[in-house]
């Protein structure tokens, strides 16, 4: 195992995520999303010759996959309907001027978002696939493994 490369997924995992706190555009909030997704994919199958590590990974990617397309899907309909923008302020003002915040394709759209997010994030009734994942990877379990009980209490 590369320890670089594990550093660089996780600091591409960070930035990612350091990207999604200060996002206020859906291109930016997609973008950052996938950076910090695909970082996890990638850490998710970092034991390579390990063959639930492989299926962990590809499940995940599979999944991840499914729910960006949900998730752009939405995204899409939310620049549809605002008349061409990808800024959420000015979204918020498109939707309201165009009074379509009430019809049936905002509801689409946000219904769709909140699938996507619900498959990234493994909220509940989209959360199937989460116990395959953690099964798979093994390096996380050998690092709990490394500290007692109550070495972890002194950290708490």
């Known amino acids: 195992?590369?320890?670089?490369?594990?550093?660089i997924f996780i600091l591409t995992a960070t930035v990612g995520g350091m990207f999604l706190c200060g996002a206020n555009d859906l291109v930016?909030?997609?973008v950052s999303l996938e950076c910090l997704s695909l970082c996890s994919y990638l850490l998710c199958s970092y034991t390579k010759r390990d063959i639930r590590s492989n299926?962990?990974?590809?499940k995940y990617l599979l999944i991840g996959g499914t729910s960006s397309s949900i998730l752009a899907?939405?995204?899409?309909?939310?620049?549809g309907l605002s008349g061409g923008e990808t800024n959420?302020?000015?979204?918020t003002n498109g939707l309201l001027n165009?009074?379509?915040y009430n019809s049936s394709g905002t509801f689409i759209a946000f219904i769709c978002i909140l699938v996507g997010l619900a498959f990234k994030l493994s909220l509940v009734?989209?959360?199937q696939w989460t116990p395959d994942i953690y099964e798979g990877v093994r390096f996380v379990k050998k690092l709990f493994?490394?500290?007692n009980k109550n070495s972890i209490d002194i950290y708490i």
Do not use: R, V
């Open 1 to 7: 195992m590369a320890i670089p490369e594990f550093l």
């Open 28 to 30: 930016t909030i997609f």
């Open 55 to 58: 299926e962990a990974a590809i």
């Open 73 to 79: 899907y939405g995204f899409s309909w939310l620049y």
């Open 88 to 91: 959420i302020q000015k979204i």
């Open 98 to 100: 165009a009074e379509t």
């Open 125 to 127: 009734p989209f959360h």
């Open 145 to 147: 493994n490394k500290f």
